[in-house]
């Protein structure tokens, strides 16, 4: 998997801290989209058959592979839905976010 | 747990679109550039003019990237690219690849002389036009993408887009170009392969990828890559290359044709269509779909 | 080495000597010697460039744009219609802060269609962000392009070397063309401190709010207001390899004038004639030709004109509803600096129709035989 980013957040609070051109200085980690979410995945684990697709078609990458198997980051999970949409074994369920 | 299996991983692993950003829950944008960027790898740049990804990639001073993005004027991706590839060339970085990476209405519509120019000088770079059917970005006026019927906010229900989807690869083929392709989200794998196979050719290349939008099509966020597999199955977006203008090749055969029917009541921009208008649509289909045969056949 | 050049070669040689590595022009009369000699340039391998031959001025500022973010040294060249078409991308070049180096043919701008020359091309463009250079020789042509790169990537700000059509796009003058290894020597390879690579992956020109967006152009502004030191700055250090000195205004007889000219291009040398002429009977005339028009020269300006009783513009060119752009300039710097003393605004030679000694005649009469001016704007040469 890839090697996990540090969340680089720019904070710009004089003239002098800002770049001549207009260009990025930090990543979007800090933008915790989870709490878009209604809805969240949960994956039960002990009917998953690896097959990857969940991981496949997250279009936030927020499902991640550990030691071969999905994981959910809530902390990104915008709560799409398609991977549960997608689990041919229909092994992940998309119940009420709590708050 | 269980026995010792490993996960099947039928495209490559790296991510280089970052978690964070601001695409909508559902984005075949997201899905898209995910897909082109695991073909390219890191030793890629973007020109991105304004489409949904001047602002999915995040706020000045942040991006979600872990590649370069030169976001740029909405009628210039191609041209934009073309000078980025010079550039790099004239200081000594032949490796980079450089892809234009740009909606359907800066494809189709505004940036369609930039494309053709680049196309006409076979300027090295990948143009990719993610399609999601509408200038979504500005809130989901029709482009000439928008496909016969579809309501959006310039299309509104009282009077509807009555000219049909531009066929944008027919006019990149027109210009002679090394490699056209036509994609879909939900076959990442052949996403994957043709933009490998893109990059192994000097000269323009184009790839038209099929990008669902829940937003704009008014369809639920889960369905997103469902659509994406109707869309090729029922021949409306059919999966096909073509080299150098003239070899036409179907890359995905299909064998049972599905009615666009269940395609359509999926998604709210089409919601109002009469039994009328979808007999119309579905024979719209059908005459591409016998056309694009015929072209296959030929070689 | 000395050559008899058109001034459209002159910025040809200017871009070559320079190493212009990127160059994607669009033809336009009267730019097009630019470009064909450029592409000769690069066909037979004099100037090591691509040269793309892109499908319109827009798309030429755009592969500019592409290239100068890539690290590379870009340089076009156009004018009037094509100027105007590449607008948007004005903007682009100066708010991105890529040093490209832009040569315009002064053309008028049509309807009716023309290829004569006036000014208002340019100076429609000078709320872009750009250094306008005004050049009204063809040695001053070639000088000017090495000097606006050296200018412009010190600042990160785009440059605009400007030119009359015909009266010296088309002119064939004695042009001494400077050594390479001496312009090597002077202007360095481009080495920006960001471009565009996977090796330090950002994103640029980003979607940027209210909370950010100003104290980014507070920062090209800032930049913009340093150019004129060093314009100087790297003027004498030309001056000491390659023997003359440019600067920001060319100053004919301004110290003990009694009446100043303001002039620009062409024109401004044949000011001259009447300049001397007026001196013969008795009249302290003085020219000051405006060569850096932005940043705007305030302080030369108003040294200049301190000992001046009365001011004449002559414009070649006009913002509609109000008079002449350069001397809208020249109020504004010195309303507030010393006395007030009178402006005349003259406009003279739209669309190319000549300005003559006679044309000058009839500005210094005028202006001698008035206290102030009378009208907005003082018309010379038009049919009434």
Not at chain 3, 55 to 75: D, L, Q, T
């Amino acid at each position: 998997m890839s090697k996990k980013k540090e969340i680089k957040k720019a904070v710009l609070q004089t003239v002098e801290d800002f770049p001549t051109m207009p260009m990025s200085l930090g990543n979007m980690l800090w933008n915790k989209t989870g709490s878009w979410r209604n809805i969240r995945p949960e994956i039960k684990l002990e009917d998953c058959i690896q097959c990857g697709i969940c991981w496949k078609f997250c279009p936030d990458m927020s499902i991640e592979i550990e030691n071969e198997w999905p994981v959910v980051n809530y902390d990104y999970c915008k709560g799409c839905g398609i991977c549960a949409e997608e689990c041919p074994v229909k092994c992940i369920v998309m119940v009420e976010e709590r708050k | 747990m269980k026995k010792e299996k490993k996960m099947t991983m039928t495209i490559p692993a790296e991510e280089l679109v970052g978690a964070g950003n601001l695409a909508c829950q559902g984005c075949g944008a997201n899905l898209a550039l995910r897909y082109v960027l695991k073909a390219l790898g890191q030793r890629t740049v973007l020109c991105i003019p304004a489409c949904c990804w001047a602002v999915i990639d995040g706020p000045f001073p942040h991006s979600c990237m872990s590649v370069p993005i030169y976001h740029c004027a909405f009628e210039t991706a191609a041209s934009t690219a073309t000078g980025v590839k010079a550039g790099l060339e004239m200081i000594g970085d032949k490796e980079t690849t450089v892809v234009a990476w740009a909606g359907d209405g800066g494809t189709f519509d505004i940036g369609l002389q930039a494309l053709s120019g680049a196309a006409e000088r076979n300027d090295d770079i990948i143009y990719v036009c993610y399609d999601n059917e509408a200038y979504m970005n500005t809130g989901i006026q029709r482009s000439s993408a928008t496909p016969t019927g579809a309501w959006t906010t310039t299309t509104p229900v009282k009077f509807p887009k009555d000219r049909p989807k531009k066929d944008i690869d027919a006019i990149m083929a027109a210009h002679r170009i090394p490699y056209v392709a036509t994609a879909s989200t939900s076959y990442p794998e052949d996403v994957v392969k043709k933009t490998r196979k893109a990059k192994s050719f000097k000269g323009t290349k184009f790839i038209h990828i099929y990008a669902p939008c829940p937003t704009g099509w008014k369809s639920r966020p889960e369905d997103a890559v469902k659509l994406g597999r109707m869309v090729v199955q029922n021949c409306v977006f059919p999966l096909y290359e073509i080299e150098n203008g003239e070899k036409y090749t179907l890359t995905m055969k299909i064998k049972d044709k599905k009615p666009i029917d269940d395609y359509l009541k999926l998604q709210g921009r089409f919601r109002h269509l009469k039994p009328e208008q979808i007999r119309a649509m579905q024979e719209e289909v059908d005459q591409n779909w016998a056309r694009l045969l015929k072209k296959c056949e030929a070689v | 080495m000395k050559k008899v050049i058109m001034g459209n070669h002159a910025l040809s040689y200017g871009a070559m000597l320079s190493r212009s590595q990127v160059i994607a022009a669009y033809p336009i009369t009267p730019q097009t010697q630019v470009v064909e000699l450029l592409s000769e340039m690069c066909a037979d391998g004099t100037l090591d460039a691509k040269f793309i031959k892109v499908e319109s001025e827009h798309s030429a500022m755009a592969a500019c744009i592409g290239a100068s973010a890539a690290g590379a040294r870009a340089f076009t060249a156009t004018s009037a219609q094509g100027l105007a078409l590449m607008h948007e991308m004005l903007h682009w070049a100066s708010g991105g802060r890529l040093p490209v180096v832009l040569g315009n043919i002064n053309r008028a701008m049509a309807p009716g269609w023309t290829i004569w020359t006036d000014q208002n091309d340019s100076l429609s463009e000078r709320d872009t962000g750009w250094i306008q250079f005004y050049c009204a020789s063809n040695q001053e042509v070639i000088d000017t392009v090495i000097q606006a790169f050296k200018v412009s990537e010190a600042l990160a700000i785009p440059s605009m070397v400007v030119l009359d059509a015909f009266a010296l796009s088309h002119t064939y003058e004695v042009v001494d063309i400077p050594d390479q290894a001496e312009v090597d020597a002077f202007l360095p390879p481009f080495k920006p401190p960001f471009r565009v690579t996977p090796d330090d992956p950002r994103a640029f020109g980003g979607l940027t709010s209210p909370e950010h967006y100003m104290e980014l152009r507070y920062k090209l502004q800032k930049d913009m207001e340093k150019v004129p030191e060093m314009i100087d700055r790297t003027g004498r250090e030309y001056e000491k390899r390659f023997g003359r000195y440019l600067g920001l205004v060319d100053d004919y007889l301004c110290e003990d004038a009694d009446i100043i000219l303001v002039t620009s291009g062409t024109a401004g040398y044949t000011a001259h004639v009447a300049v001397d002429e007026m001196r013969e009977h008795g009249y302290k005339v003085g020219n000051l030709r405006i060569k850096v028009f932005r940043p705007t020269p305030f302080e030369i300006i108003r040294r200049l004109t301190k000992n001046a009783k009365k001011i004449a513009v002559v414009d070649r060119n006009i913002s509609y509803g109000h008079h002449g752009m350069f001397a809208q300039e020249v109020k504004s710097a010195i309303y507030g600096h010393g006395e007030c003393k009178p402006v005349f605004a003259f406009i003279a030679g739209l669309g190319g129709r000549d300005i003559t000694p006679d044309s000058f005649r009839e500005v210094v009469d005028h202006t001698i035989s008035h206290d102030r001016p009378e009208e907005e704007i003082g018309w010379i040469g038009v049919k009434r």
